[in-house]
């Protein structure tokens, strides 16, 4: 089955323990909360399943995570994935052999500086696995949560929680296709971003031709993180494969592959103050320069004859320009895809010969040039003729690229050539 098609998973929540099963229980780690609780006085009859819920000790009347009464919100798979690779772009099916979705509570520990939940999953094929998910606060505004399984089979982590229908959900990296996610499914890892992206026919002719297409959730910087109009907010600190699966109203399911998963509830009073947490952990942005934002950065390509052309013309004008971006520093090739860049990261001498009095001009007034690179590298020695350094063969001599299995540069084919990729763990 289609990795994306299989349906959400789901089972029934039960409490074993007989101290837990009336009434509240509440456990503290840091400034959180978390609260156990068993009657559902707001139910016909007023039963109507447990619930979990975390609030913050500054405002305990608000939750910022909680799961549904009496359905399960720990689950676990054993699945065998096919993951196929072409030009960037990756395709990603899933077969479960088995599932485990019924789940009970058999005991919560309140520990000097955590909290641990206990319990067991039973399996689709007959078995009961025992879990454990561990929360401990390492800041003041951040719960960290930790979920793992007790068999070695099992590499597919499940979590399920609440959400309102009229919630919704922002952030998970750069997204270009929707701001809102409510109602889809996202999948977190980095590819390329794809041509058409879903839009028919361009999508169908590029897959035809180079199964280059993408869909409207590929990106170049997918991130396991959200906020909501609720000022809700989570993060995975998992590398594997994710999906963020909020295509129910009620509820939200993060699925890894992977047989453990680990990641962080947020809170704040406004989404700046979200925004700092999940940066406090994740790293924060250089603030830009003033001079950005003082002008157009122009992106353009064609050598610096062309760019001298272009600036007078913008010049004349009184447009403010604060810089150039020109991709094409490092030469042009012309491909089976059309016209694309040499990957090797050098300035190409004959498409911008006058490139030091270029920059020296442009700089007299206050205007920048800007370049890029990316990890990907070529082998063009035997193509282009004027290269001064093989990047290629220095990196690979140097061990500086991904290897595969046999121990030699593993290669991703691009269109009509094939490029080594810098390993920058």
Known sequence: MREWALRPLSGRLAITDPEL????????????????????????????GPRLTI????????????????????????????????????????????????????????????????????????????YTLIFHAPASNQLAFSLSFGHPKLNRAYLTYASDSDEHFFGLGEQFSRFDHKGQRVPIWVSEQGIGRGAQPVTALVNLAARSGGSDTTTYAAVPHYITSRLRSLFLENSEYSVFDLRAADRVQI????????????????????????????????????????????????????VREVYAQ????????????????????????????????????????????????LAADDVRLMVYVSPFIADVAALKPN???????????????????????????NTDFSAGLLDLT
């Open 21 to 48: 099963n009336t009434g509240r229980n509440s456990f503290t780690t840091g400034s959180f909360i978390i609260t156990l609780s068993a009657i559902g006085q707001d139910a016909p009859g007023g039963y109507a």
């Open 55 to 130: 609030a913050h000790r500054s405002a305990p009347g608000r939750w910022l995570w909680h799961t549904l009464r009496g359905e399960t919100f720990v689950g676990a798979a054993e699945g065998l994935e096919t993951v196929t690779e072409t030009r960037g772009s990756y395709f990603f099916s899933d077969r479960l052999v088995s599932t485990c979705a019924d789940q009970t509570i058999d005991g919560i520990d309140q520990l000097p500086s955590a909290v641990e939940v206990r319990g067991s999953l039973t399996c689709s094929d007959g078995k009961i696995i025992g």
């Open 255 to 306: 699925s890894t592959f992977s047989g453990q998963m680990q990641g962080r509830i947020l809170f704040g009073a406004n989404p700046e103050e979200l925004i700092t947490e999940y940066t406090g952990w994740a790293g924060r942005m250089r603030p830009l320069p003033n001079w950005i934002l003082e002008g157009a950065v122009v992106g353009m390509q064609g050598g610096d004859a062309r």
């Open 314 to 361: 913008l010049k004349s004008r009184g447009t403010p320009v604060s810089a150039f971006w020109l991709q094409d520093w490092v030469g042009q090739r012309s491909t089976s895809f059309g016209k694309q860049l040499w990957w090797n990261w050098e300035l190409d001498r004959e498409r911008y010969p006058d490139w030091d009095a270029l920059r020296a001009e």
């Open 387 to 413: 290269l001064r350094r093989n990047l290629f063969l220095e990196a690979s001599q140097a061990g500086y690229l991904v290897k595969g299995a046999d121990g030699s540069p593993y290669l991703i084919q």
